[in-house]
Protein backbone atom coordinates (compact mmCIF):
# COMPACT_ATOMS: atom_id res chain seq x y z
CA UNK A 1 0.00 0.00 0.00
CA UNK A 2 1.27 3.59 -1.27
CA UNK A 3 2.50 6.02 1.30
CA UNK A 4 0.45 8.49 2.70
CA UNK A 5 2.32 11.94 1.35
CA UNK A 6 -0.37 14.95 1.36
CA UNK A 7 -3.08 14.98 4.08
CA UNK A 8 -6.29 13.27 3.25
CA UNK A 9 -9.29 15.73 2.95
CA UNK A 10 -11.17 14.92 5.97
CA UNK A 11 -11.69 12.54 8.92
CA UNK A 12 -13.52 9.87 7.38
CA UNK A 13 -10.85 9.76 3.98
CA UNK A 14 -8.58 8.97 7.14
CA UNK A 15 -10.63 6.55 8.63
CA UNK A 16 -11.71 4.60 5.41
CA UNK A 17 -7.97 4.41 4.19
CA UNK A 18 -6.90 3.12 7.39
CA UNK A 19 -9.72 0.47 7.86
CA UNK A 20 -8.78 -0.77 3.76
CA UNK A 21 -5.06 -0.86 4.77
CA UNK A 22 -3.22 -4.25 5.60
CA UNK A 23 -2.16 -3.33 9.24
CA UNK A 24 1.94 -3.88 9.44
CA UNK A 25 2.77 -5.69 13.15
CA UNK A 26 6.28 -6.12 15.10
CA UNK A 27 8.32 -8.41 13.33
CA UNK A 28 9.18 -10.51 16.72
CA UNK A 29 4.92 -10.93 16.48
CA UNK A 30 5.43 -12.21 13.23
CA UNK A 31 7.83 -14.44 14.33
CA UNK A 32 5.55 -15.82 17.51
CA UNK A 33 2.75 -16.31 15.55
CA UNK A 34 4.53 -18.61 12.84
CA UNK A 35 6.06 -20.51 15.86
CA UNK A 36 2.68 -20.55 17.90
CA UNK A 37 1.36 -21.64 14.53
CA UNK A 38 3.21 -24.88 14.29
CA UNK A 39 1.81 -26.03 17.58
CA UNK A 40 -1.90 -25.00 17.34
CA UNK A 41 -3.25 -28.01 17.57
CA UNK A 42 -2.28 -27.77 21.46
CA UNK A 43 -2.61 -23.97 22.06
CA UNK A 44 -5.20 -22.63 24.48
CA UNK A 45 -6.91 -19.13 23.65
CA UNK A 46 -4.88 -17.41 26.36
CA UNK A 47 -1.44 -18.46 24.93
CA UNK A 48 -1.93 -17.12 21.95
CA UNK A 49 -3.77 -13.72 23.25
CA UNK A 50 -0.54 -13.12 25.73
CA UNK A 51 1.43 -13.04 22.63
CA UNK A 52 -0.76 -10.62 20.78
CA UNK A 53 -0.91 -8.08 23.86
CA UNK A 54 2.51 -7.88 23.69
CA UNK A 55 2.01 -5.74 20.74
CA UNK A 56 -0.45 -2.88 20.26
CA UNK A 57 -0.91 -2.93 16.54
CA UNK A 58 -1.86 -6.81 16.61
CA UNK A 59 -4.19 -6.44 18.74
CA UNK A 60 -5.47 -3.84 16.81
CA UNK A 61 -6.07 -6.44 13.97
CA UNK A 62 -7.29 -9.09 15.82
CA UNK A 63 -9.72 -7.01 17.72
CA UNK A 64 -11.02 -5.31 14.60
CA UNK A 65 -11.34 -8.55 12.75
CA UNK A 66 -13.58 -9.88 15.42
CA UNK A 67 -15.73 -6.88 15.10
CA UNK A 68 -15.83 -7.53 10.96
CA UNK A 69 -17.22 -11.02 12.25
CA UNK A 70 -19.82 -9.76 14.88
CA UNK A 71 -21.27 -7.05 12.49
CA UNK A 72 -22.13 -9.78 10.32
CA UNK A 73 -23.68 -11.49 13.13
CA UNK A 74 -25.94 -8.35 13.88
CA UNK A 75 -26.75 -7.94 10.66
CA UNK A 76 -28.30 -11.66 10.59
CA UNK A 77 -30.44 -10.96 14.13
CA UNK A 78 -27.57 -11.91 16.76
CA UNK A 79 -26.47 -9.44 19.14
CA UNK A 80 -23.20 -9.14 21.68
CA UNK A 81 -19.95 -7.65 21.65
CA UNK A 82 -16.17 -8.92 21.98
CA UNK A 83 -14.59 -7.20 24.27
CA UNK A 84 -10.77 -8.77 24.87
CA UNK A 85 -8.41 -10.43 22.48
CA UNK A 86 -8.68 -14.00 24.10
CA UNK A 87 -12.67 -13.59 24.34
CA UNK A 88 -11.90 -13.00 20.14
CA UNK A 89 -9.84 -15.96 20.26
CA UNK A 90 -12.26 -18.17 22.04
CA UNK A 91 -15.35 -16.94 19.70
CA UNK A 92 -13.78 -17.17 16.14
CA UNK A 93 -11.68 -20.64 17.14
CA UNK A 94 -7.86 -21.52 17.41
CA UNK A 95 -7.75 -22.59 13.80
CA UNK A 96 -9.86 -19.18 12.54
CA UNK A 97 -7.52 -16.90 14.21
CA UNK A 98 -4.12 -18.57 12.01
CA UNK A 99 -6.35 -18.84 9.05
CA UNK A 100 -6.74 -15.11 9.49
CA UNK A 101 -3.59 -13.95 10.06
CA UNK A 102 -1.53 -16.45 7.93
CA UNK A 103 0.70 -13.48 5.93
CA UNK A 104 1.54 -10.54 8.36
CA UNK A 105 3.66 -7.74 7.25
CA UNK A 106 5.85 -6.44 9.75
CA UNK A 107 6.43 -3.35 10.51
CA UNK A 108 10.68 -3.03 10.15
CA UNK A 109 9.62 -4.42 6.20
CA UNK A 110 7.20 -1.54 5.40
CA UNK A 111 9.40 1.52 7.35
CA UNK A 112 12.65 0.37 5.88
CA UNK A 113 12.84 3.30 3.86
CA UNK A 114 12.18 5.59 6.91
CA UNK A 115 14.24 4.49 9.68
CA UNK A 116 13.58 7.73 11.64
CA UNK A 117 9.70 6.91 11.17
CA UNK A 118 10.53 3.04 12.36
CA UNK A 119 12.37 4.72 15.40
CA UNK A 120 9.63 6.49 16.66
CA UNK A 121 7.39 4.03 16.12
CA UNK A 122 9.13 1.32 18.36
CA UNK A 123 9.18 3.97 20.86
CA UNK A 124 5.76 4.57 20.59
CA UNK A 125 4.91 1.06 20.95
CA UNK A 126 6.69 0.10 24.22
CA UNK A 127 5.68 3.54 25.17
CA UNK A 128 2.06 2.05 24.75
CA UNK A 129 3.07 -1.20 26.39
CA UNK A 130 4.39 0.71 30.07
CA UNK A 131 0.93 2.50 30.05
CA UNK A 132 -0.99 -0.41 29.79
CA UNK A 133 0.91 -2.49 32.41
CA UNK A 134 0.42 0.49 34.67
CA UNK A 135 -3.23 1.00 33.62
CA UNK A 136 -4.38 -2.50 34.33
CA UNK A 137 -2.42 -2.10 37.70
CA UNK A 138 -4.30 0.55 39.01
CA UNK A 139 -7.46 -0.46 37.80
CA UNK A 140 -6.57 -4.49 39.73
CA UNK A 141 -5.68 -2.17 42.70
CA UNK A 142 -9.10 -0.28 42.28
CA UNK A 143 -10.74 -3.60 42.29
CA UNK A 144 -12.27 -2.52 38.53
CA UNK A 145 -14.16 -5.85 37.03
CA UNK A 146 -12.86 -4.86 33.44
CA UNK A 147 -9.22 -5.32 34.06
CA UNK A 148 -8.29 -6.74 30.72
CA UNK A 149 -10.39 -4.38 28.53
CA UNK A 150 -8.63 -1.06 30.76
CA UNK A 151 -5.41 -2.45 29.60
CA UNK A 152 -6.29 -3.22 26.14
CA UNK A 153 -7.74 0.30 26.09
CA UNK A 154 -4.48 1.37 27.57
CA UNK A 155 -2.20 -0.02 25.21
CA UNK A 156 -4.60 1.12 21.97
CA UNK A 157 -4.84 4.92 23.30
CA UNK A 158 -2.51 5.95 21.03
CA UNK A 159 -3.48 3.91 17.84
CA UNK A 160 -3.82 6.85 15.60
CA UNK A 161 -0.41 8.20 15.84
CA UNK A 162 0.83 4.35 15.21
CA UNK A 163 -0.89 4.37 12.07
CA UNK A 164 0.28 7.54 11.24
CA UNK A 165 3.91 6.68 11.45
CA UNK A 166 2.82 3.34 9.43
CA UNK A 167 1.39 4.73 6.62
CA UNK A 168 2.22 8.78 6.35
CA UNK A 169 5.65 8.45 7.99
CA UNK A 170 6.95 12.21 6.12
CA UNK A 171 3.86 13.84 7.57
CA UNK A 172 4.68 12.25 11.27
CA UNK A 173 8.15 13.28 10.95
CA UNK A 174 6.98 16.88 10.04
CA UNK A 175 4.46 16.82 13.35
CA UNK A 176 7.71 16.01 15.23
CA UNK A 177 10.17 18.12 13.72
CA UNK A 178 7.25 20.80 14.52
CA UNK A 179 7.10 20.13 17.84
CA UNK A 180 10.50 20.79 18.56
CA UNK A 181 11.03 23.76 16.78
CA UNK A 182 7.01 25.02 17.90
CA UNK A 183 7.34 23.96 21.80
CA UNK A 184 4.60 26.38 22.66
CA UNK A 185 2.10 24.97 19.66
CA UNK A 186 -0.60 22.70 21.23
CA UNK A 187 0.31 19.16 19.74
CA UNK A 188 -3.45 19.15 18.16
CA UNK A 189 -2.64 22.32 16.76
CA UNK A 190 0.27 20.40 15.13
CA UNK A 191 -1.83 17.66 14.26
CA UNK A 192 -4.87 19.63 12.26
CA UNK A 193 -2.26 21.69 10.65
CA UNK A 194 -0.38 18.73 8.77
CA UNK A 195 -2.91 16.06 9.03
CA UNK A 196 -5.88 17.60 8.71
CA UNK A 197 -7.63 15.83 11.75
CA UNK A 198 -6.75 15.42 15.46
CA UNK A 199 -5.17 12.26 16.64
CA UNK A 200 -7.98 11.72 19.23
CA UNK A 201 -10.54 12.18 16.71
CA UNK A 202 -9.26 10.02 14.31
CA UNK A 203 -8.82 7.03 17.21
CA UNK A 204 -12.70 7.45 17.92
CA UNK A 205 -13.81 7.00 14.31
CA UNK A 206 -11.51 4.38 13.78
CA UNK A 207 -13.01 2.62 17.21
CA UNK A 208 -16.26 2.90 15.83
CA UNK A 209 -15.18 1.89 12.00
CA UNK A 210 -13.65 -1.32 12.61
CA UNK A 211 -16.96 -2.12 15.21
CA UNK A 212 -14.19 -2.44 17.90
CA UNK A 213 -15.71 -2.89 21.50
CA UNK A 214 -18.48 -0.08 23.04
CA UNK A 215 -16.63 -0.10 26.43
CA UNK A 216 -12.62 -0.22 24.71
CA UNK A 217 -14.42 2.63 22.20
CA UNK A 218 -15.68 4.58 26.27
CA UNK A 219 -12.24 4.17 27.49
CA UNK A 220 -10.38 5.53 24.67
CA UNK A 221 -13.13 8.36 24.52
CA UNK A 222 -10.87 11.46 25.71
CA UNK A 223 -14.55 13.16 25.89
CA UNK A 224 -15.53 11.05 28.91
CA UNK A 225 -12.35 11.80 31.07
CA UNK A 226 -13.99 12.15 33.99
CA UNK A 227 -15.13 8.69 34.47
CA UNK A 228 -12.55 6.69 37.32
CA UNK A 229 -11.69 3.79 34.29
CA UNK A 230 -11.20 6.64 31.57
CA UNK A 231 -8.94 8.36 34.04
CA UNK A 232 -7.16 5.55 34.86
CA UNK A 233 -6.45 4.99 31.01
CA UNK A 234 -5.77 8.54 30.08
CA UNK A 235 -3.38 8.90 32.87
CA UNK A 236 -1.42 5.45 32.21
CA UNK A 237 -1.33 7.23 28.93
CA UNK A 238 0.39 10.64 30.45
CA UNK A 239 2.58 8.85 32.28
CA UNK A 240 4.19 6.46 29.99
CA UNK A 241 4.46 9.35 27.48
CA UNK A 242 6.80 11.37 30.25
CA UNK A 243 8.43 8.39 31.76
CA UNK A 244 10.17 8.09 28.05
CA UNK A 245 11.49 11.26 28.51
CA UNK A 246 13.30 10.33 31.69
CA UNK A 247 12.46 10.38 35.70
CA UNK A 248 13.36 13.62 35.82
CA UNK A 249 10.09 15.10 33.03
CA UNK A 250 8.89 17.84 35.71
CA UNK A 251 4.85 16.70 33.89
CA UNK A 252 5.89 13.95 36.57
CA UNK A 253 5.16 15.58 39.86
CA UNK A 254 1.62 16.63 38.54
CA UNK A 255 0.69 12.54 37.18
CA UNK A 256 1.86 11.60 40.49
CA UNK A 257 -0.40 13.97 41.74
CA UNK A 258 -3.35 12.67 39.93
CA UNK A 259 -2.53 9.35 39.88
CA UNK A 260 -2.78 9.72 43.38
CA UNK A 261 -6.27 11.24 43.48
CA UNK A 262 -7.62 8.44 41.47
CA UNK A 263 -5.91 5.81 43.91
CA UNK A 264 -6.81 7.68 46.99
CA UNK A 265 -3.56 7.39 48.08
CA UNK A 266 -0.19 9.76 48.29
CA UNK A 267 1.74 11.13 45.07
CA UNK A 268 5.23 9.27 47.01
CA UNK A 269 3.18 5.84 46.95
CA UNK A 270 2.31 6.18 43.45
CA UNK A 271 6.10 7.27 42.51
CA UNK A 272 7.30 4.26 44.62
CA UNK A 273 4.64 1.70 42.76
CA UNK A 274 5.19 3.05 39.48
CA UNK A 275 9.15 2.83 39.95
CA UNK A 276 9.02 -0.51 40.85
CA UNK A 277 6.71 -1.75 37.69
CA UNK A 278 8.89 0.41 35.73
CA UNK A 279 11.72 -2.05 37.01
CA UNK A 280 9.66 -5.27 36.95
CA UNK A 281 8.98 -4.15 33.44
CA UNK A 282 12.66 -4.40 32.19
CA UNK A 283 13.41 -7.65 33.68
CA UNK A 284 13.73 -10.34 31.06
Same mark, same amino acid.
Given at each position: ???????????????????????????????????????????????????????????????????????????????????????????????????????????????????????????????????????????????? =?????? !? &? #????????? %? /????? +????????????????????????????????????????????????? =?????? !? &? #????????? %? /????? +?????????????????????????????????????????????
Amino acid at each position: MPFITKPLSNLRSWTRHFSTAPIPVLGRTVLAIDALRQDQDRLAPRDISSEVRRDPLMTLKTLAWAGRAMGKRTKAGLSGEIETVEAAIIMMGVTSFFREFEALEAVETRLKAFPAAHLQIIRLIGRSINASNYAADWAAYRQD =LDVAVI !H &E #AALLHDLAE %M /LTWCF +APELSIRMQQMRQTSPTMRSVEIQKDVLGVSLDDLSIEIFREWRLPSLL =LRLTNY !H &E #ASHPAVKNV %M /LAANL +ARHAANGWTDPALQDDFQNIAELLNQTPQWVESRVKSENSDQHVD
